[in-house]
């Protein structure tokens, strides 16, 4: 996944050590997504929405 400057979301689907695959695109450019932070939900399920973990701090 790759967050641009702009507040974008991506995800290449497909990436390989041999290169990137399809972009995809996750959520277009706004100002809400601007702190940097970067959370991982495990364990979602139909009635849960599982366990934060965030990778990276907000800023």
């Known amino acids: 996944m790759v967050r641009w400057s702009t507040s974008e979301l991506n995800d290449y689907v497909g990436t390989t050590t041999g290169g990137l695959g399809g972009q995809q695109q996750i959520h277009g450019p706004n ?6 932070e970067t959370t991982r939900y495990k364990d979602t399920g139909t009635n849960s929405i599982g366990t934060e973990r965030i990778l990276v701090p907000p800023a």
């Open 31 to 36: 100002k809400t997504w601007t702190d940097g």
